[in-house]
């Protein structure tokens, strides 16, 4: 996979670059005579390295979808139904895919019509979010990254014609991913659909043969994006399913801006009457 370590580095990589607070306790009253701080960091190494590789895997199925864009000049709504279907097959960890075209304005109207007599809806414009999380037309802009194709389209086709960089999160990582020129996360994000758990959003930008990096936001260059929504504690119960059974829960806190904020495990298992180790990526 192209330039995995810049975007998985450590355990970090896992909530999208936030700091981690991991804690892990023995379910034992045991632990200090028969789990020694060595074992303790081996285990949590072992649970590192299943969830990267969980990750190198999911990214892979995207790199895949990229490429066939970026070698197709047209793909319909139902070839990527069909290229998405493995997909979802072999990762329950996406909670949906999205192809997401550059739309300058210049073009909006032309496209809004295009998808409109697509989806038999006379009414489809660009929308984004206001400030009350109500979907609203589209204000103007230079340009615009709506999503045009979502799988599982039953679930999400609501989010089709929103512009995902109208939102500051998804534009800071959309600006870094055509950037690179390579795949981006966000920060943990909670969704509209489904608010249970955190997520994060893979961007991966699709560009046109022959493109320079300084041409990238010109018109012919840039294509779009491929975008998938993960569910992070699904994406993590996937990864260590496989793993060596131990007597240790694992709990993962974001402590960015000293929130603690439990985002993954079960936070209550941690008393004070158990011996725990944290750790710092």
Same mark, same amino acid.
């Given at each position: ?29 045991? +632990? =200090?005579? $028969?789990? &020694? %701080? ?12 299943? *969830? ?74 660009? +929308? =984004?979010? $206001?400030? &009350? %999380? ?12 709506? *999503? ?5 389209i039953a679930e999400n086709s609501k989010a089709i014609g929103y512009d995902i960089y109208s939102n500051k999160i998804r534009n800071a990582t959309i600006n870094e991913a055509i950037s690179k020129k390579t795949i981006q996360i966000t920060p943990r994000i909670k969704l509209i659909q489904d608010p249970s758990g955190y997520s994060f959003l893979a961007i991966a930008p699709v560009f046109y043969p022959s493109d320079s ?69």
């Amino acid at each position: 996979m192209k330039n995995l370590s810049s975007i998985l580095p450590a355990f970090a990589v896992l909530i999208m670059g936030i700091t981690l607070s991991i804690w892990v306790q023995s379910k034992r009253n045991d +632990i =200090q005579s $028969n789990l &020694k %701080n060595h074992e303790i960091a081996l285990v949590i190494e072992n649970k590192t390295i299943a *969830i990267q590789q969980q990750l190198t895997i999911s990214f892979s199925s995207i790199e895949i979808l990229q490429y066939l864009f970026e070698k197709n000049n047209q793909i319909s709504r139902k070839e990527f139904q069909n290229y998405t279907a493995p997909i979802f097959y072999g990762d329950s960890s996406i909670k949906a895919i999205s192809w997401v075209p550059r739309i300058i304005h210049q073009d909006r109207a032309k496209y809004e019509s295009n998808i409109s007599k697509e989806l038999k809806n006379r009414e489809f414009s660009i +929308i =984004q979010l $206001n400030d &009350k %999380n109500q979907a609203v037309v589209s204000e103007k802009q230079t340009f615009y990254f709506p *999503i045009t194709y979502i799988e599982p389209i039953a679930e999400n086709s609501k989010a089709i014609g929103y512009d995902i960089y109208s939102n500051k999160i998804r534009n800071a990582t959309i600006n870094e991913a055509i950037s690179k020129k390579t795949i981006q996360i966000t920060p943990r994000i909670k969704l509209i659909q489904d608010p249970s758990g955190y997520s994060f959003l893979a961007i991966a930008p699709v560009f046109y043969p022959s493109d320079s990096l300084e041409k990238a936001f010109k018109k012919g260059t840039l294509k779009g994006l491929i975008s998938a929504v993960y569910k992070i504690d699904k994406l993590i119960n996937d990864a260590l399913a496989h793993t060596k059974s131990t007597n240790i829960d694992l709990a993962i806190f974001d402590v960015t801006n000293n929130s603690n904020e439990s985002i993954y495990g079960v936070k209550h298992k941690l008393t004070k009457n158990k011996i725990f180790r944290r750790d710092e990526y």
